[in-house]
């Protein structure tokens, strides 16, 4: 981690604060349903550019790029926001993109993505490019319900 200078410390996000407001999802209707991803992905090469939905947790994905490129010596990153955790989660393709992107101090991202249950709807495609990587063409995400909280019926 590249630690900035006191004179550039104002330049960090954590001190300038996000210029990007995060879009809420709208909620899901009540008939919505989607399959977990590791259930789809057990059946893969058969849904291979299908329509899928997927029900999974919205999570900030593991780091997709570091770099100290900032003029001022900070290093600034980016990260994708994927469905599901671990070593292969889903992932949007660029024309559905849900990202962050900031510095080492602060990520800032253009849609709320902390581990709350979704159903995203799209075309499941693999990465090209990358073997293994697979991700939502054309995503439509909603939010589901929580259920259960204490207090709640």
């Keep these: 981690m590249v630690l900035a200078s006191p004179r550039s410390a104002n330049e960090h996000l954590i001190n300038k604060g996000c210029t990007q407001k995060a879009v809420e999802l709208p909620p899901c209707s009540a008939d919505a349903t989607g399959e977990s991803w590791s259930t789809l992905n057990a059946k893969i090469a058969a849904l291979r550019d299908k329509t ?37 989660p889903l992932r949007f393709w660029s024309d559905s993109a849900f990202s962050c992107a900031g510095d ?30 697979w991700g939502l063409k054309d995503a439509k995400v909603c939010t589901v319900p929580a259920r259960g909280r204490r207090g709640s019926r």
Excluded at 54 to 76: C, K
Excluded at 104 to 123: D, Y
């Design 104 to 133: 080492e101090s602060r990520l800032c991202c253009n849609t709320p993505a902390f581990g709350q249950t979704v159903i995203a709807t799209g075309v499941l495609k693999e990465d090209e490019g990358a073997f293994g990587l």
């Design 52 to 88: 899928v939905a997927v029900r999974e947790r919205l999570v900030v994905g593991p780091l997709s790029s570091f770099s100290a490129s900032h003029p001022l010596g900070y290093s600034q990153a980016d990260r994708a926001v994927v469905l599901g955790e671990g070593d292969n």
